[in-house]
């Protein structure tokens, strides 16, 4: 039986409102991600700053599609002037803004760079227009940027099969892959690096299962890559992140596929903590490591590793453990209390012990957000959400143009195409369909992955 995708929703999309006409960013709220399926919808580049900082759109290729996305929000809901100079300086602030709010995944400084470019062509091709009305030149300009940002999405998708479809030639027949993090569909705007690679080599009889590295602390794989996989049908395993050396001691494993935030000219890459250790665990046990990910994730300006900006976290991701969720009351009686608590909006309880916990009213439902704090009150913590890994340890790297030696990038990268992104012509209803979202708002509305977990713990 073929993945099922039919049940992973799109990571990112522009939509426009269909009352009031306000076109916005629309993401699912991965920090919610598996027990709430959140649709948020950021209509002002702020907005989708903030999506970004707390992780709610999150993984490199997703970041740099939400760049590009922000500047156009920018463009479309928050510019005011009225000449094309003006909209040019705005869209440098905003891409400015929004491709700084992390700094490890290249892709975000990336796809904000696509977007001021694609202005600037744009602006140009309005300016070589001759006769048109006023404002027509600018009008037309900032229709090709919500294009432009709106079929990056698109290309983000087909580049992620192309991924896929290039890891085939590092399958071995019934392979069973361990992972770190997610790097699957919900890192990018659909399909995934990684996950291009399993649902490709899934289909073609290639993959037997999947052990998923938890990822401390803020479980990517522990929530979105083992939701992932339930979701779209592939056997998996949940791992904590120091049992990788005990599955591949026994044998279990018989190759590693990771995404990356950046890789440098000489193959060295960041990708989320722990993925050097699990490196480090693949070359002891001659297991091959590849990294999955698309060319816009190798920096030309960087020679290695070192210069590598690696974020540092809040240190109460470390601290504590965040869970949130949704109370469905089962009588009215309950209902009517959690009325009472939330009737003035978002309610902070006051919990013992340093924990924190909030609730909402979220329809008929109630939805929650609670971080329960674990560690002793002033430990103090070091809490880097990256770490590079050398291009020593690195079997290959799988892009959309095949796979690489890590000594091959710089070659390759002198033959990748370059020059200023093409401006797609016509109005943005020309763009390629906006994939459908899942029902939005709506905190009944999760996507559920088939069956319950009980039923869906594979064995080792
Ligand atoms: O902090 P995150 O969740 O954005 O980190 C994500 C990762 O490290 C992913 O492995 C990487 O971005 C590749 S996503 C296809």
Request: aromatic share 6%.
């Amino acid at each position: 039986m073929p993945a099922d995708l039919a049940n992973l929703p799109r990571t990112i999309w522009w939509d426009v409102d269909a009352k009031d006409k306000v076109p916005g960013v629309y993401l699912i709220d991965q920090t919610r991600l598996p027990l709430t399926g959140d649709i948020l919808c950021c209509r002002t580049l702020e907005g989708l700053e903030i999506a970004v900082k707390t992780l709610a759109v999150r993984g490199a290729p997703a970041l740099g599609v939400a760049a590009a996305m922000g500047v156009a929000l920018w463009s479309e809901n928050e510019f005011s002037g009225t000449t094309v100079e003006e909209w040019l300086s705005g869209v440098d602030a905003a891409a400015a803004r929004i491709g700084t709010a992390r700094p490890t995944a290249v892709n975000l400084a990336w796809g904000a760079e696509q977007a001021r470019q694609c202005a600037r062509a744009a602006a140009a091709a309005a300016a070589a227009a001759p006769g048109d009305a006023p404002g027509a030149g600018l009008q037309a300009a900032r229709q090709a940027l919500v294009a432009f940002a709106r079929q990056m999405a698109a290309d983000d998708e087909a580049t992620c099969r192309a991924i896929g479809a290039a890891g085939r030639a590092i399958l071995p027949k019934d392979a069973r892959i361990l992972t770190h993090c997610n790097a699957g569909s919900l890192g990018t705007a659909y399909f995934g690096t990684v996950g291009g690679v399993i649902y490709t080599g899934f289909d073609a009889g290639l993959v037997s299962h999947v052990w998923v590295d938890e990822t401390r602390p803020l479980n990517q794989g522990g929530r979105l890559t083992a939701w992932e996989m339930l979701c779209a049908g592939i056997p998996s395993t949940l791992i904590a992140d120091n049992m990788a050396a005990s599955v591949m001691a026994r044998g279990l494993v018989d190759l590693v596929l990771v995404g990356a935030d950046r890789i440098c000219v000489n193959g060295d890459t960041a990708n989320k903590i722990g993925t050097l250790g699990v490196a480090i665990l693949a070359r002891h046990y001659h297991i091959p490591f590849y990294v999955c990910a698309p060319f816009s994730t190798i920096d030309p300006e960087l020679p290695e590793g070192s210069g590598i900006p690696i974020e540092q976290r809040d240190p109460r991701e470390l601290e504590g453990c965040i869970v949130s969720g949704t109370i469905l009351p089962d009588d009215a009686a309950s209902s009517q209390a959690f009325d009472l608590l939330t009737a003035q909006g978002l309610r902070h309880l006051q919990l013992k012990g340093g924990h924190q916990m909030s609730l909402e009213r979220k329809g008929a439902a109630y939805a929650f957000d609670a971080w329960f704090k674990m560690t002793p009150a002033h430990v103090q913590v070091y809490n880097p959400a990256f770490d590079v890994t050398p291009a020593g340890l690195i079997t290959g790297i799988v892009t959309e143009r095949g796979v690489f030696a890590p000594g091959e990038l710089a070659a390759a990268l002198g033959d990748a195409p370059g020059g200023a992104p093409a401006v797609p012509g016509g109005a943005p209803g020309d763009a390629p369909a906006v994939p459908t979202p899942p029902a939005a708002a709506d905190a009944s509305a999760a996507p559920t992955p088939p069956g319950d977990a009980d039923e869906a713990t594979p064995r080792a």
